[in-house]
Every structure is written in structure tokens, then in C-alpha cells.
């Protein structure tokens, strides 16, 4: 019964920011960990950024640290992602998703509930 999506995405040019929401709707009994994916036509999901249920700890895969954030109010029931410093190998489709064991799970098949995407696209 849980719902979400990604809100956000957009066109932007190298070196800019954006910043990406997830509302999660429906039936929430616990916060559970929340994860950040993006995939391009042809190419394996990208796991990006995962945050535990209470916002700490935060978890990240090496493409992004640094320059992505991960983030959430659990009393707007919303999940964020920061990007900053955007290239052009960022473009893609970006997915937010649910993690219900909170284990820092880095692959799709430990996410169960999962958004449509936004898309993001930086100029170069």
C-alpha cells in the first residue's frame, strides 16, 4: 500500500545542482530505510545513496560521494537527494526506493516498493 515518487529532476547544466524529492504515501507503520538509484537506456540500476529509517547513517556508493546528499523528514514523509557538481555522466533516470530490513543494502533486489522516476538532464 505504499506509494512513492520522485519529484525534481529536470534539465541543468554541468556543474549545477538539483535537488530531487520523494514523497512516500499510503500505509507507513515503521520509517524504514530509503534508497536513491538511477538508471540510463541499456545499463544495470545504479545504486546512489541509501539512508537508515532515523537519517543516520547515510551510505553512499563512491560515483557520488561528495557530491550527492542524502536526506529525509519523516514528518513531511519525505526522502531528498542533493545533487551537486552535475555532469553530463549523470543523466539518467532516477528512482527512490524503499529498504525494509535498514541493512545499507547497495542492491535493487533489497528494495521492495519502488517509485517511477524522474528524469534528470545535464547539458554539456
Known amino acids: 500500500q505504499v506509494q512513492l515518487v520522485e519529484s525534481g529532476g529536470g534539465l541543468v547544466q554541468a556543474g549545477g545542482s538539483l535537488r530531487l524529492s520523494c514523497a512516500i504515501s499510503g500505509i507507513t507503520f515503521t520509517f524504514t530505510a530509503m534508497g536513491w538509484f538511477r538508471q540510463t537506456p541499456g545499463k544495470e540500476r545504479e545504486f546512489l545513496a541509501g539512508i537508515s529509517g532515523s537519517g543516520f547513517p547515510t551510505w553512499y556508493a563512491d560515483s557520488v560521494m561528495g557530491r550527492f546528499t542524502i536526506s529525509r523528514d519523516n514528518a513531511k514523509k519525505t526522502v531528498y537527494l542533493q545533487m551537486n557538481s552535475l555532469n553530463a555522466a549523470d543523466t539518467a533516470v532516477y528512482y527512490c526506493?524503499?529498504?525494509?530490513?535498514?541493512?545499507?543494502?547497495?542492491?535493487?533486489?533489497?528494495?521492495?516498493?519502488w517509485g517511477r522516476g524522474t528524469q534528470v538532464t545535464v547539458s554539456s
Open positions: 526506493a524503499r529498504n525494509p530490513r535498514g541493512n545499507m543494502a547497495r542492491v535493487p533486489k533489497d528494495y521492495d516498493v
